[in-house]
């Protein structure tokens, strides 16, 4: 290589890890600024804050909704986590597992949550979930969550099994496992 390829390469290696860390500031920053902002002791919001405290996760801790709101959250989160991993573990193992043109249209099938936008999205859940009686409740809200959450989830273990070789699948059968 040339000394100028050389530059050029270092240069644009500079230029790649600048955006990186400009792309992970702006990621980060409105969570940051939600963060400063919930120590304020002010009845309206101010940047910065002019009183600090902990005002507001006192109350969250005394007021009886956001215990409920927090409680809801957490039913929620965990169920849907636990929907979405139940019904990709068995996808992507399939999908890692078989080649072919059908395995590709699972695969690809499985990102459609990610492509369409939430409100046709939401739309189309909110007639769905009308017809079938779920409208504000727990199972409905569930079902809704891992549905979105579902093709990350794919995705993820998709890359962890086909990171595995085939030949431990092999090794282990020849020592008396079975394919379950």
């Known amino acids: 290589m040339t000394r100028t390829a050389i530059v050029l390469s270092s240069v644009a290696i500079t230029a790649a890890r600048i955006m990186q860390v400009t792309t992970v500031i702006f990621a980060l920053l409105p969570a940051v600024l939600v963060l400063i902002l919930s120590f304020s002791n002010e009845s309206i919001l101010y940047f910065p804050p002019r009183h600090w405290g902990l005002t507001l996760y006192s109350e969250i801790v005394s007021s009886a909704e956001w215990v409920h709101a927090l409680e809801t959250s957490l039913k929620v989160g965990s169920c849907a986590a636990a929907v979405a991993l139940l019904t990709a573990a068995p996808a992507a193992y399939a999908i890692a597992r078989h080649q072919g043109l ?22 189309g859940l909110y007639f769905v979930f009308l017809k079938l009686h779920l409208l504000g409740s727990l199972p409905g809200l569930v079902l809704a969550h891992a549905v979105l959450a579902l093709p990350i989830t794919i995705v993820v273990l998709l890359a962890m099994l086909r990171r595995i070789p085939n030949d431990y699948e092999l090794a282990a059968m020849s020592l008396g496992a079975t394919r379950q």
Not at 103 to 122: D, H, K, Q, W
């Open 102 to 123: 059908l395995s590709r249209v699972c695969e690809y099938t499985s990102l459609g949550p990610l492509l369409i936008p939430l409100a046709s999205y939401s739309v």
